[in-house]
């Protein structure tokens, strides 16, 4: 056993013994609507003491024999006003889609940041629910920007040259030039990137942008453009890129649908796989309700010399074909739901070790985000 390994019984009897508190709820979080929440993303809101989840909301109880209930998916939000301890429904984000695309369209995976002066969010668009995957082949990256996380405004299209690209992850790293890492479905599902040219962010003019729409006539759209800098992360596939800085190293999570499959990286740049444990962690089964599976799809909140990991679990399918659809419509509602948790993170040396089983609630600090 390696030494990060082997630390992680003290670790939880010292918080255990720090915190004097209830062990942290499982699942953190099951959507009141569809049962199906998956892709967190969390922030808080400045100037108040909620922290905001926006996630897919799948549409889990939806009995069908085709994929319509992965797509057709709105963005839902759940809110926590006690430092990400339990979390609340708040509805869904409106205002995503484009005029000449009325109806029900397929939301995935958003990434929503704070950065120059305010919220962005990146998302995954495809038109209409198609039942299956052979109808939906082009996908793409939109941008929004907002001032409240509340009323959110259309920037563009985010063009990386292809037409099946999904769950956008932001960060500025060793170079101070903004990031996008993405999974590139025609390239075999790997994980590739590309880096802001133009003004900063959040400056904006009329036309002449390098963005290209998905509609929103008379809209203005960011002035500059993202280019393509090709693939960061090879096979095996994989999806879900989250990157963060901790430690003294920045960090790069993958859902390899086993686990998160960690890559360390000095600059943000350059990256390697994690050796520990074939590179995985959230691959071993966690105590809690909901928990007893790998960890799906995850996002990082960093906490000074900690971290908090957000991820989904499928609690009941078995990796199985999900095929009982209308033969069996309870059978598939059991295996389509999810549930959102949380487990912890920090660093030894150059692993990244995490803690599955929290002994105490979740407590996000505003002040111990990184600036």
Known sequence: MDSAAASEPALRQHFTKETAMPSAASPLFRCPVFDGAADPTVIHRRGTGEWWMFYTARRATLATDGVDWITGTRIGIAVSSDA??????????????????????THWAPEVVWHDGRYHMFLTWGAGAPRTWAEQTRRRLVHFTSPDLEQWEFRGRVDVGSENVIDAAFAVVADGRPRLWFKDEVDGSTTWSAVWEGPALREEADGGSGSIAVGRPGRRETVGRWRAE?????????????VFRLGGW???????????????????????????????ILDAPGAGADDATYGRHADVVTQGDHAYIFYFTHPEWQDTEMANGLADPARAVREQRTSIHAARLHVEGDALVCLRDLDAPVHLDPALLAS
């Open 84 to 105: 990400g301890a339990s979390w609340q429904y708040r509805g869904v984000v409106e205002g995503l889609d484009p005029e000449d695309s009325p109806g029900l369209n």
């Open 250 to 280: 920045y960090w790069m999570v993958v859902d390899e649908w086993r686990g998160q499959a960690v890559h360390r990286s000095a600059d943000g740049l350059a990256w390697t796989r994690q050796e520990a444990n074939n590179g995985l």
């Open 230 to 242: 090709g693939q960061v992360i090879g096979l095996p596939s994989h999806e879900g890129p989250n």
